[in-house]
DNA sequence: TGCATTTATGATAGCGCTACCATCGACTTG
DNA sequence: CAAGTCGATGGTAGCGCTATCATAAATGCA
């Protein structure tokens, strides 16, 4: 059993080697796992002896490796998010407020985005949970079998958000599009609008267009009224110009349409300015309203009705419950899945007429 | 030298362990390093002996750690990325490409947002580095001097993006924002408007913003014409509102005023709104510019003169070029600071007149 | 004062993977 | 046919950190 010699070349070139937690410890004439104890708060360290550590450690410019950190301590500092989409102003703000609130606790936000296409989707997941996050975000309600799989083997906390699935994975932090939509369209019914058209992507499942929609037509449902006049683009996300470019299909369909109910403020956006360009005025001949309550809805003339949805409490509400995880976790506690609604109501304006109309005015046009 | 007994509490519980390479290598009846290699593209493994290999480790559902294997191989598979705003669909775009373009190497982008806070930049990027990232992306010109420092040490290829720093810090992938804002403003001294107003951010150096007035200023001084005409916000980002509200100060300060030219298309459009709310003609009666070429901008009526950028090729190419130094570096080489440019043009739309004005006609309101 | 308890620090052995070198057999070549 | 070459696989020793246990010193309590 003869000893094989020692390795002769080191494995990073010796003239260069970057800082090591050892090279501290020996700077501050401490062991190595002071140092280690010195950078985390909460460990046992005396006072002089932290103070003295963390100098060194400043004065040497010691970034700590938390690959390493990771792998030792189990615990990769990493929060997974899928987004369906990174172009889009509200996840923009919660997976900003998200990554605010946990940075605090020394966690980073791993962002994906899927563009609603479920292969990606899960070859995205993946990649993400070879990082061993510590918890994974969903900004979807479906998912196809082999993502399922995936989370569930990965054995991690899940937080669905800007959903309320009927079927949770985990954690849920959101609201009802379905309730939401269902309420915009009511306040609309209860002004006297009586001929609705919706305008939204194809799916008619997992997305929260296909929710929103689904809200919209049960309202004019239980009011009695037309809930057939559906225009569908292709998938989401549906743009201004896709807005803009809808309008004429649906003057054409449905010439008497009173009210154009959209997926998304964007694509509202698209609508009213189209109409201003054909010379339609909103809200006397048409009315339009989105969802989302986006910056474009506030500024542009007539300013649209909506539904204000606080993206950015999503987001920090998210970062909460994770901590909290965190910390229970580290109690050797579990958490119960948490559903954490957030308000998202009707807001009515200029693209929206508020006193009731005379019918049919649009039809003479 | 009496041996201390083994560690007798494995650091995970072995009930709900997670799946190894070792466990895969064992029941697949090879070696773990066997299982390493089959894993990776371009290691040497026979055929047969790899499709059996990722058989079992798709039977099983294994996902490798990859905080074991950056930690082992040198190798974070991490590209760090700062940006100073996630609500921005020109840094979504090119986040989202270059996530894109560096996928298929296994690679990830982690994102930090700065908000423009320059104490805040240096604190993600240190924590950015903790993770021991192969490139760092920067989408700012100015940096302090401890996150220059920062940067130094960590010894990592840096990319500019977004811009063409005078003393780049390694490679660049952008667009010069003077000139291309001195080339919008040129155009339109061209179509004669002669009383320009600038709208922007306060700052005035180290941001995009900054870069674009002065490039608007050159143009206007270069053909004699009055350059103080000035409106600034606080700290960008500059939002489609502080746009809408400058312009009553604007009207006030310089009645005469012929063409806004602003920091950006959102800031733009809220301009023009707020000149329709008002009852003004656009470009009749005022002409507006912004840059950026956003989706608003096509959408709006009249849509927006701007420049068109092309956010996806900065990500997709700085993606390419990731990968370049990567390869190169697995040769053992290292590549020139490379500086690559894409293109950034005037597209003159309805906000501005194509024909030659009348002078004045502004100031007669 | 003596003993239990707490506090501060250290030594050791992994975390799960890959770099490096070694080995072995098959194949080429003069 | 010996010697070299190459392709496939394996053994070992880390990568840089932290969990765990051990130990020494300080403190509390009767």
């Known amino acids: 059993m003869a000893n094989r010699p020692k390795r002769t070349v080191p494995r990073r070139p010796a003239g260069k080697r970057r800082l090591r937690m050892s090279d501290v410890a020996q700077a501050a004439g401490v062991s190595p796992i002071t140092v280690s104890r010195s950078l985390r708060e909460n460990s ?22 938390q690959l390493a950190s990771g792998l030792a301590s189990q615990r990769s500092g ?13 996840f923009a703000d919660t997976v900003g407020a998200l990554s605010t609130a946990v940075a605090p606790a020394g966690l980073q936000v791993l962002i994906a985005h899927t563009e609603y296409d479920d292969a990606k989707e899960r070859q995205l997941l993946e990649m993400m ?74 799916a008619d499942r997992n997305t929260r267009g296909a929710a929103r929609r689904s809200g919209f037509r049960r309202a004019l449902k239980r009011a009695g009224l037309d809930d057939s006049r559906i225009v569908r683009f292709t998938r989401p996300p549906i743009t201004m110009q896709q807005g803009a470019r809808a309008l004429p299909e649906i003057l054409d369909r449905w010439p008497d349409t009173e009210v154009v109910l959209c997926v998304s403020d964007p694509c509202a956006f698209g ?43 999503i987001g920090r509400l998210t970062g909460e419950l994770i901590l909290e995880l965190r910390e229970a976790q580290a109690r050797g506690a579990t958490l119960e899945p948490q559903t954490v609604l957030v308000p998202a109501s009707p807001i009515l304006r200029g693209s929206t007429s508020t006193r009731r109309r005379a019918r049919g005015k649009r039809g003479e046009r």
Not at 44 to 58: I, N, Q, W
Not at 276 to 290: E, N
Not at 291 to 298: A, K, N, P, Y
């Open 44 to 65: 046992p360290v005396a006072r002089d002896t932290r103070e003295h550590v963390l100098r060194v450690v400043k004065d040497l410019g010691y970034v700590p490796d």
């Open 78 to 90: 990493v929060i997974a998010t899928m987004v369906p989409s990174l172009n889009n102003p509200h």
């Open 129 to 202: 949970l070879r990082r061993r996050p510590e918890a994974v975000v969903l900004t979807y309600d479906g998912h196809d079998k082999s993502t399922l799989q995936l989370i569930e083997n990965a054995d991690v906390p899940t937080i669905q958000i800007w959903e309320t699935p009927a079927k949770p994975l985990g954690h849920v932090v959101g609201f009802s599009n379905v309730d939401a939509a269902a309420a915009l369209a009511q306040r609309l019914i209860d002004q006297g609008y009586t001929r609705f058209c919706l305008l939204g992507e194809a």
């Open 271 to 313: 609508v009213q300015a189209e109409a201003q360009r054909l010379g339609i005025d909103v809200p006397q001949q048409l009315a339009v309203a989105g969802f989302g309550d986006f910056d474009v809805s506030r500024v542009s003339v007539p300013d649209l009705t909506t539904v204000a949805v606080d993206a950015s409490a």
